[in-house]
């Protein structure tokens, strides 16, 4: 009896929307053991890449209010008979690498939602807090039909950007605060943001959620023009989760930056830049799981950082010493 199902049987499921079919795939694909990742290949190769949902990648500053933007946000974009999918990483611990993985139950109706899929994951203490293996979770949701595809990544920073790596839009949730959370913000997450989102901005938080939004659209205009933005983007905007308003309008300009970039080509352009990207970043990944498991590899740093930490040899040129090492063992 098999562990896993037979790739092209759990393929079939997952195609034919069978939401726990789909859950297993996004099991298998976020799995460290060699025989998982030769079935995970096998799988995605089964699944093709026919189906395309619009992908949308949200960060934000903690308590910013992402999970409840996100259920706010769904369930408004199920009421329109879309289906979606949220893949929400959580941060992982760097000392026992657990993680909480409490998003379905920040997001109970979303998660009650027929029409919606929620999948919390560790982020693995990837570099971003994006789970390496995110961009194939997102792959399976696409091949399982879903239009919409929202990724939650975790906390506010430049490794942050990576997420537009996997993403059709990037959009900035921030709440209503004064200059210095503007200063903290790092310019090249704004440089990445289609849309930034001034949460919150309900009760007596309303104005300065307007003021912060002005402050935001200012810094927006002072950045240098993208070649893949249409007049008047990106922009800043409010909006209120608890109370739903603007939420609308947030998906109103979504779509329309959307389309626009389907309609000049840039949307193929930036999806194949993405492919090019991770096709990288996996041979580099699989470099780095070499030096750690094969046995020559491995004697051979065991003794160039001896020779490291004695004095005998500079860093760089023990690492140079076993970069030869692993040239020596290429085809």
Same mark, same amino acid.
């Given at each position: 009896?098999?562990?896993?199902?037979?790739?092209?049987?759990?393929?079939?499921?997952?195609?034919?929307?069978?939401?726990?079919?789909?859950?297993?795939?996004?099991?298998?694909?976020?799995?460290?053991?060699?025989?998982?990742?030769?079935?995970?290949?096998?799988?995605?190769?089964?699944?093709?890449?026919?189906?395309?949902?619009?992908? @949308?990648? +949200?960060?934000? !500053?903690? %308590? *910013? =209010?992402? &999970?409840?933007?996100?259920?706010?946000?769904?369930?408004? #974009?199920?009421?329109?008979?879309?289906?979606?999918?949220?893949?929400?990483?959580?941060?992982?611990?760097?000392?026992?690498?657990?993680?909480?993985?409490?998003?379905?139950?920040?997001?109970?109706?979303?998660?009650?939602?027929?029409?919606?899929?929620?999948?919390?994951?560790?982020?693995?203490?990837?570099?971003?807090?994006?789970?390496?293996?995110?961009?194939?979770?997102?792959?399976?949701?696409?091949?399982?039909?879903?239009? @919409?595809? +929202?990724?939650? !990544?975790? %906390? *506010? =920073?430049? &490794?942050?950007?990576?997420?537009?790596?996997?993403?059709? #839009?990037?959009?900035?949730?921030?709440?209503?605060?004064?200059?210095?959370?503007?200063?903290?913000?790092?310019?090249?997450?704004?440089?990445?943001?289609?849309?930034?989102?001034?949460?919150?901005?309900?009760?007596?938080?309303?104005?300065?959620?307007?003021?912060?939004?002005?402050?935001?659209?200012?810094?927006?205009?002072?950045?240098?023009?993208?070649?893949?933005?249409?007049?008047?983007?990106?922009?800043?905007?409010?909006?209120?989760? +608890?109370?739903?308003?603007?939420?609308?309008?947030?998906?109103?300009?979504?779509?329309?930056?959307?389309?626009?970039?389907?309609?000049?080509?840039?949307?193929?352009?930036?999806?194949?830049?993405?492919?090019?990207?991770?096709?990288?970043?996996?041979?580099?990944?699989?470099?780095?799981?070499?030096?750690?498991?094969?046995?020559?590899?491995?004697?051979?740093?065991?003794?160039?950082?001896?020779?490291?930490?004695?004095?005998?040899?500079?860093?760089?040129?023990?690492?140079?010493?076993?970069?030869?090492?692993?040239?020596?063992?290429?085809?």
């Amino acid at each position: 009896m098999t562990r896993n199902p037979a790739p092209g049987d759990l393929a079939q499921r997952i195609r034919a929307g069978d939401r726990r079919a789909l859950a297993k795939g996004i099991t298998l694909v976020e799995s460290g053991r060699a025989d998982d990742r030769v079935a995970a290949i096998a799988l995605l190769t089964a699944l093709g890449t026919d189906r395309q949902a619009l992908r @949308i990648g +949200l960060s934000g !500053t903690p %308590g *910013v =209010g992402k &999970s409840t933007f996100i259920e706010s946000f769904g369930l408004m #974009l199920t009421g329109q008979g879309k289906r979606v999918a949220v893949l929400a990483v959580d941060p992982s611990s760097a000392r026992s690498g657990g993680s909480i993985l409490g998003d379905k139950t920040r997001m109970d109706y979303l998660a009650r939602d027929p029409l919606a899929f929620i999948r919390p994951s560790p982020s693995q203490t990837q570099l971003g807090g994006v789970a390496r293996r995110t961009r194939e979770a997102v792959a399976l949701c696409e091949a399982a039909g879903f239009d @919409i595809v +929202l990724i939650e !990544t975790v %906390g *506010v =920073g430049q &490794s942050e950007t990576m997420v537009a790596q996997m993403a059709d #839009l990037f959009v900035l949730l921030l709440a209503p605060a004064g200059g210095d959370e503007l200063q903290g913000v790092k310019r090249g997450i704004m440089e990445m943001a289609d849309l930034i989102l001034v949460n919150k901005a309900d009760g007596d938080l309303k104005s300065q959620a307007m003021r912060t939004c002005a402050d935001y659209a200012g810094a927006l205009r002072l950045l240098r023009k993208r070649p893949q933005d249409p007049e008047d983007f990106p922009k800043a905007m409010t909006v209120s989760a +608890l109370e739903q308003h603007g939420l609308a309008a947030a998906w109103d300009d979504m779509q329309h930056l959307a389309n626009w970039r389907r309609d000049t080509g840039i949307w193929d352009e930036v999806r194949l830049a993405q492919v090019s990207y991770w096709f990288t970043e996996d041979v580099r990944q699989g470099l780095v799981q070499l030096l750690e498991s094969d046995p020559a590899l491995q004697d051979a740093m065991t003794t160039a950082k001896a020779q490291v930490l004695s004095g005998k040899l500079a860093p760089s040129v023990a690492a140079a010493q076993v970069l030869a090492a692993l040239k020596g063992l290429a085809p």
